[in-house]
């Protein structure tokens, strides 16, 4: 039960302010006053007696208590306006909000929403990209009913629920007939690379690879645009740093190459996470267990580590 002194409006305008990381833009987006946004905002922190945020010399940032109360607070309000929604309409729909990220988006998420599809048909389901950061914020927000992908080393999980189904590494591939194929790591510097955008985990584990390979490499494109990455690889002699199953039809066909040197040796955690202290409806439910037997029977899929 909510302590008397915290209304409601208290948590929506907190809500709004950690979305906007602006009090002014926070307060026109709820069409009140700056300084009514920031008096509710002192209100909520007297009544519990903590900070909820850090003023900046441009905007506020979350400290820890308020990513807490975020955490909870977030979900709540947007649970509360699925359901006055849905008593305007009247009529009961099944939808599944999910962020994905562009290691399941050709190969595993296609497979699960077919499955759930086959089970479902009148389920309606919303799948928004992006980077694992940006994906997983929203999940807290209670925006996305869960993200699919490689997110497990991200550090925006540490609060929320990750359910793990595969192992999947990172891989080298060239185009066919490529120059440096079947070559070792240091005849790759002088190739441009197609590598993850800065702030990814699979960017991450790539620089350490590098470091690791002593290499520098002279330029690169950053994308996380799968089309792009493939087109511009299959004309060029671009080396392209990937998750396995994004390169996988093309190496079927042969029309690309795997490198021999490994960027590493296990690869890492594919599956989903959710926001534990938000309900799990039951066409998320149903959905989660289609991605699970679809990660079971997903070709080169690893449920344990090699």
């Not at 991450?204 to 493939?230: K, Y």
Request: proline share 7%; with cysteine; charged share 20%.
């Amino acid at each position: 039960m909510i302590h008397s002194p915290i209304k409601l409006r208290h948590l929506a305008a907190f809500a709004e302010v950690a979305r906007c990381g602006r009090l002014a833009a926070a307060a026109e987006a709820l069409s009140i006053t700056q300084p009514g946004m920031s008096k509710t905002i002192r209100e909520l922190e007297s009544s519990l007696g903590v900070t909820l945020f850090e003023r900046l010399p441009r905007g506020v940032r979350l400290t820890p208590a308020g990513r807490t109360l975020l955490r909870y607070t977030a979900p709540a309000l947007r649970s509360i306006a699925e359901g006055i929604e849905a008593v305007r309409r009247d009529t009961p729909e099944s939808v599944v909000r999910m962020g994905a990220l562009s290691n399941v988006e050709g190969g595993l998420l296609p497979q699960a929403l077919m499955a759930v599809h086959a089970r479902y048909p009148e389920l309606r389901a919303e799948v928004d990209t992006g980077t694992s950061a940006g994906l997983l914020a929203r999940l807290r927000l209670g925006e996305l009913d869960l993200v699919v992908g490689r997110m497990s080393e991200a550090h925006e999980i540490r609060d929320l629920h990750f359910e793990h189904l595969y192992y999947e590494p990172m891989i080298l591939v060239v185009r066919h007939a490529h120059p440096a194929a079947g070559t070792d790591a240091t005849a790759l510097t002088h190739y441009p690379w197609v590598i993850p955008p800065r702030g990814t985990t699979l960017r991450e584990r790539l620089e350490r690879f590098w470091v690791e390979q002593s290499m520098t490499p002279s330029h690169a494109i950053e994308t996380l645009s799968l089309p792009l990455s493939r087109a511009y690889v299959l004309n060029s002699d671009a080396v392209w740093a990937t998750p396995a199953d994004t390169a996988r039809e093309a190496l079927e066909a042969g029309t690309m190459t795997l490198l021999p040197t490994p960027v590493e040796a296990r690869g890492g955690s594919v599956g989903f996470a959710i926001n534990s202290t938000q309900p799990i409806a039951p066409a998320v439910a149903c959905f989660c267990d289609c991605l699970r037997r679809a990660a079971a029977e997903y070709p080169g899929a690893h449920p344990e580590s090699t």
